[in-house]
């Protein structure tokens, strides 16, 4: 690789729903420069909330530069003259609709043009991974390129050092981590990461009447829209900042249990080898339950069956908002079963090709 001609691309995100299009694009560019010395050029269309993930962002700057990437501020809209010319890769994250006068540059220079898509374990995926398609108005082709669980995908979301940087997180940090939200190291923890329309208060309430003990950690602005009672008497609710990347790992590292939602804290999840539960983002017409029975099927392949209908149920409690009070008292007794199970998946899955090595396989290839 190192005899082939540097990489200069542009990947582009627009900011739509709260922190999940900006997460997954400053991942993904992280790790195309510090993993892969290529040459980014982040093109996003809203610097405010991006600021919230990168604090050194100065809203005020069209252009600039933070830790090796270069931020380039847009506007999308079909009228935009904003978009600097393409190089010879645009990557367009969750394939949004760029300018036609963008597109037809890309096509007069004959640029790559790569569509990155949302996360699914849908077995049509695997069909649709690199399969071209032609954008009616422009002629521009583009590659579809899928995340995915098979070698028939571009693979998951993962860094080059993220292994070694989860196996050096030991007792002693995940105690200083829990201290520093303000928890008690020695209570079972869990963190609550969810969308507002789920109903928290009634499965607090259950938790608490099935006598768990435990501390829940709930962030700040989800925190701030609950109507929680002041007399729980076995859990203990705990809002935290917003964390970066890193600190967020950190904080799924400490919990006995992860709740989860959309995509880019769906796949931290998987590598935390934590047991989880999953929440999709929402669709019309319930679309999004129909991705979250493919992905158990995959991922309880290998799972007792026992153990694999206990993970369905609870899944399918807690994306329907039904908190079954004697699934979730069963649920918490199988936890040395489902620490080992999910620990077994996530080694299964850090020896597949991580999503961005194989974009860049695929770059170097074309």
């Known amino acids: 690789m190192s005899n082939q001609s540097p990489i200069v691309c542009h990947l582009t995100c627009k900011v739509i729903d709260f922190f999940g299009d900006i997460g997954v694009a400053w991942r993904i560019a992280k790790q195309l420069k510090i993993d892969f010395n290529i040459e980014v050029h982040l093109l996003i269309d809203d610097l405010v909330t991006t600021k919230r993930l990168i604090p050194s962002i100065d809203i005020s700057l069209q252009k600039q530069t933070i830790n090796g990437i270069n931020i380039c501020h847009c506007d999308f809209s079909e009228d935009s003259t904003s978009l600097p010319p393409p190089p010879d890769f645009v990557l367009n994250l969750f394939n949004i609709d760029l300018p036609h006068s963008y597109k037809t540059l890309i096509k007069r220079k004959k640029s790559k043009y790569i569509a990155i898509e949302y996360l699914s374990a849908e077995p049509w995926v695997d069909n649709f991974h690199l399969k ?32 070694l940087r989860r196996e050096a997180f030991d007792q002693s940090r995940r105690k200083k981590l829990i201290q520093s939200l303000g928890g008690d190291p020695n209570l079972y923890s869990i963190s609550l990461f969810y969308y507002p329309i789920q109903k928290i208060e009634v499965f607090l309430d259950v938790i608490d009447h099935i006598n768990k003990p435990a501390q829940f950690f709930i962030p700040q602005y989800l925190f701030d829209l609950l109507k929680l009672k002041n007399n729980y008497q076995f859990i203990h609710i705990i809002p935290y ?11 799924l590292w400490s919990c006995d249990l992860n709740f989860v939602r959309g995509e880019d804290s769906w796949a931290r999840a998987i590598w935390a080898g934590k047991p989880f539960i999953w929440q999709p983002y929402i669709q019309e017409n319930n679309i999004h339950l129909i991705k979250l029975k493919a992905f158990l099927k995959r991922y309880c392949e290998a799972c007792d069956q026992d153990l694999s209908e206990i993970l369905i149920k609870m899944h399918d409690d807690w994306s329907n908002n039904k908190f079954n009070e004697v699934l979730w008292r069963d649920f918490f007794k199988q936890q040395a079963r489902l620490e080992a199970f999910v620990l077994k998946q996530s080694h299964h899955y850090f020896k597949e090709a991580s999503f961005v090595e194989s974009l860049v396989d695929y770059c170097y290839e074309t």
């Not at 390129?145 to 998951?156: A, D, E, I, K, M």
């Not at 900042?241 to 904080?251: E, G, I, K, R, V």
């Open 241 to 251: 900042p917003f964390l970066n990347h890193d600190d967020f790992d950190n904080l």
């Open 132 to 163: 071209p398609s032609i954008d009616p108005q422009s002629g521009l082709i583009k590659t579809y390129f899928y995340p995915g669980f098979t070698n028939q995908t571009g693979g998951l979301i993962r860094e080059k050092g993220l292994f």
